[in-house]
C-alpha cells in the first residue's frame, strides 16, 4: 500500500509540476531503513531519467542507468544531487518567459531532457515499477553493475568522445563508461 502511495504522488506531482529541477519541494520521506531519509524529489529525478533513458531496458539495464546517475553525484566533477545531476546542462532564457530558464538542445547530460520532445511520463505501469527501483537502489539494495561508469551511450550509436574513455561493461543496450585513471 505504501508504494501504490508513494508511486500515485511522485506521479501526480509530474502531471501537476512537470520535470524540472525547480517545481520539487523539500519533504522527506523514510523507506525500508528507518535511519535512511530520502528526499522525495531525489527519487523523482531518478525515477524520471530512468523512465526517459532505460525504460525499454531489462532490470540490470534500468538499475545501471540509475547507478551512473548516483556515480555522477559522487565524483567532484558532477553535481552532488540527484537532480543536479539529472538537470545539469546549458540553459537559456525562454523565449515565453525571460525569468524562466530552459535547457539547450543537445546541451545537457542525458538527452531527454534537451530534445525538445515533452518530458511528461506516458506509461504509468512502467513508471510506478521504475520508482520502486530507484527507491530500491537508493537504499543500496542493488550492487553498481556498472563497475563505476560515469558515461553511456546506446549501442547503435558511436560517440567521438568514447574512444577517450574506458568500456566497463555493456548491458542492454547500452555501453558503459568510465574516465581513464579516475
Known amino acids: 500500500m505504501y508504494t501504490w502511495f508513494l508511486t500515485a504522488f511522485v506521479a501526480v506531482s509530474l502531471i501537476l509540476w512537470p520535470?524540472?529541477?525547480?517545481?520539487?519541494?523539500?519533504?522527506?520521506?523514510?523507506?525500508?531503513?528507518?535511519?535512511?531519509?530520502?528526499?522525495?524529489?531525489?527519487?523523482?529525478c531518478l525515477a524520471i531519467n530512468i523512465y526517459h533513458e532505460a525504460r525499454g531496458e531489462s532490470s540490470q539495464g534500468k538499475i545501471a542507468v540509475a547507478f551512473v546517475t548516483?556515480?555522477?553525484?559522487?565524483?567532484?566533477?558532477?553535481?552532488?544531487?540527484?537532480?543536479?545531476?539529472?538537470?545539469?546542462?546549458?540553459?537559456?532564457?525562454?523565449?515565453?518567459?525571460?525569468?524562466?530558464?530552459?535547457?539547450?538542445?543537445?546541451?545537457?547530460?542525458?538527452?531527454?531532457?534537451?530534445?525538445?520532445?515533452?518530458?511528461?511520463?506516458?506509461?504509468?505501469?512502467s513508471y510506478e515499477e521504475i520508482i520502486e527501483l530507484a527507491i530500491d537502489v537508493m537504499v543500496s539494495r542493488y550492487e553498481d553493475n556498472t563497475n563505476g561508469s560515469l558515461f553511456y551511450h546506446a549501442d547503435y550509436v558511436e560517440p567521438a568522445w568514447a574512444q577517450h574513455m574506458a568500456m566497463t561493461t555493456k548491458i542492454d543496450s547500452h555501453i558503459f563508461y568510465t574516465v581513464y585513471n579516475d
Open 70 to 125: 548516483l556515480n555522477r553525484v559522487k565524483h567532484n566533477a558532477y553535481p552532488d544531487t540527484i537532480c543536479g545531476v539529472v538537470y545539469q546542462g546549458k540553459h537559456r532564457p525562454s523565449w515565453r518567459d525571460e525569468n524562466e530558464l530552459v535547457p539547450i538542445r543537445h546541451g545537457c547530460q542525458f538527452s531527454w531532457y534537451c530534445d525538445g520532445k515533452p518530458d511528461m511520463v506516458r506509461d504509468f505501469t
Open 19 to 44: 520535470a524540472s529541477a525547480d517545481n520539487y519541494y523539500d519533504k522527506e520521506i523514510h523507506v525500508y531503513d528507518p535511519v535512511k531519509v530520502i528526499d522525495q524529489k531525489e527519487i523523482a
